[in-house]
Nanobody, 120 residues
Framework: QVQLVESGGGLVQAGGSLRLSCAAS????????MGWFRQAPGKQRELVASIASSGSTFLANSVKGRFTISRDDNKNTAYLHMTGLKPEDTAVYYC??????????????WGQGTQVTVSS
C-alpha cells in the first residue's frame, strides 16, 4: 500500500520561503514520477510542479522562478522548495505519485495535504 506523507507547511510572511517534503513508501519510489498540487479555497486543484523518474521537471507558469521541485530516490522523498512566496500561494498543498515514470494523466496516489498560508 502506497503512502505519501507531506510535511513542512505553515504560516510565512510574503517574500518568505518554505520547503515541503513528501515521504513515500509502499513501492519503488524511483520508478514513479512525483508531483505537487495545490488547492485554494473555492478553486480547483492545480498542478504546481512535477518531476519524472529521470529528473525532468515541470513548473507551472505561476511559480516559475520561485519554486523548485526535486527528489531524493535514496530517501524516497520529493521536495518542493518555495521562495518569494505570495499571498496567492496560500493553499493546501498535496503530494502525488503518478502511474509511471512520466508525470502524465492523473496521479495514482495522493498525500493528505499540508496547509501553506502566506500573510501579506
Amino acid at each position: 500500500q502506497v503512502q505519501l506523507v507531506e510535511s513542512g507547511g505553515g504560516l510565512v510572511q510574503a517574500g518568505g520561503s518554505l520547503r515541503l517534503s513528501c515521504a513515500a513508501s509502499g513501492r519503488t519510489f524511483s520508478a514513479y514520477a512525483m508531483g505537487w498540487f495545490r488547492q485554494a479555497p473555492g478553486k480547483q486543484r492545480e498542478l504546481v510542479a512535477s518531476i519524472a523518474s529521470s529528473g525532468s521537471t515541470f513548473l507551472a507558469n505561476s511559480v516559475k522562478g520561485r519554486f523548485t521541485i526535486s527528489r531524493d530516490d535514496n530517501k524516497n522523498t520529493a521536495y518542493l522548495h518555495m521562495t518569494g512566496l505570495k499571498p496567492e500561494d496560500t493553499a493546501v498543498y498535496y503530494c502525488a505519485q503518478f502511474r509511471s515514470t512520466f508525470a502524465l494523466g492523473s496521479p495514482e496516489y495522493w498525500g493528505q495535504g499540508t496547509q501553506v498560508t502566506v500573510s501579506s
